[in-house]
């Protein structure tokens, strides 16, 4: 089983990117999605996640209104469309696969990772 996340890359502040998550090996159709960042010196934390319909979503309240959590089920994707970036939003950015179908703010919810895609946001 593998989360494979792609999308990142260097952006001016207020820029946009994309982040795609792409899971293989199983299907998470199933299951709720997040995303979690982390910066350098401090812990992951919580980005986005998304229930297994797409129905259902949370966001940080420092990303929300921003940021956009979505998924292709039929294409076993999900995806983080970023806008407005700061270069606060700086950080490794990680998908996660739930352990239930409802997306969570708890890392410990999360049964597989991917390895993380760079995102660096320049003043």
């Known amino acids: 089983v593998q989360l494979q996340a792609c999308g990142g890359g260097l952006v001016q502040a207020g820029g946009s990117l994309r982040l795609s998550c792409a899971a293989s090996g199983r299907t998470f159709s199933n299951n709720g999605m997040g995303w979690f960042r982390q910066a350098p010196g401090k812990e992951r934390v919580f980005v986005s996640s998304i229930a297994w319909s797409g129905g259902r979503t949370s966001y940080a309240d420092s990303v929300k209104g921003r940021f956009t959590i979505s998924r292709d089920n039929a294409k076993n994707t999900v995806f983080l469309q970023m806008n407005s970036l700061k270069p606060e939003d700086t950080a490794v950015y990680y998908c996660?696969?739930?352990?239930?179908?409802?997306?969570?703010?708890?890392?410990?919810?999360?049964?597989?990772w991917g390895q993380g895609t760079q995102v660096t946001v320049s003043s």
């Open positions: 996660a696969a739930g352990k239930s179908s409802y997306g969570s703010s708890r890392a410990g919810d999360y049964g597989y």
